[in-house]
């Protein structure tokens, strides 16, 4: 059974840095396009940023977040990563991975309820406050 399991949030403050992790169990992530996704309290489940597998090396980015994060892989030991600087208060939410494999790059667009990601991880909280 596939599982995905997301760590690294906490409090930061304004400026500061984390990186998320979603470690995959069960199916190789290089079958899959990974997505992250977060919702702040009160919002919508909003896209963040996608890694293409199946080969393909592409990546993207929703513009709240272009220059700031950096989103990788390491299909090797299955987990991919969201590398977040120059964090702002308004990157307050809980972030979650999600998995695509049919096929397994990212899509056109970032929206999480486009129906193409199946499979999500539980979410981990991150905060961004003085």
């Known amino acids: 059974q596939l599982q995905l399991v997301e760590s690294g949030g906490g409090l930061v403050q304004p400026g500061g840095s984390l990186r998320l992790s979603c470690g995959i169990y069960?199916?190789?992530?290089?079958?899959?396009?990974i997505g992250w996704f977060r919702q702040a309290p009160g919002k919508e489940r909003e896209g963040v940023s996608c890694?293409?597998?199946?080969?393909?090396?592409?990546?993207m980015y929703a513009d709240s977040v272009k220059g700031r994060f950096t989103v990788s892989r390491d299909n090797a030991a299955n987990t991919a990563y969201l590398q977040m600087n120059s964090l702002k208060p308004e990157d307050t939410a809980v972030y979650y991975c999600a998995l695509r494999n049919l096929p397994p790059f990212c899509p056109g667009t970032l929206n999480p309820s486009s129906g193409v990601w199946r499979f999500w991880g539980q979410g981990t909280q991150v905060t961004v406050s003085s």
């Open positions: 069960g199916f190789p992530l290089d079958n899959y396009a």
């Open positions: 890694s293409s597998g199946g080969g393909r090396d592409s990546t």
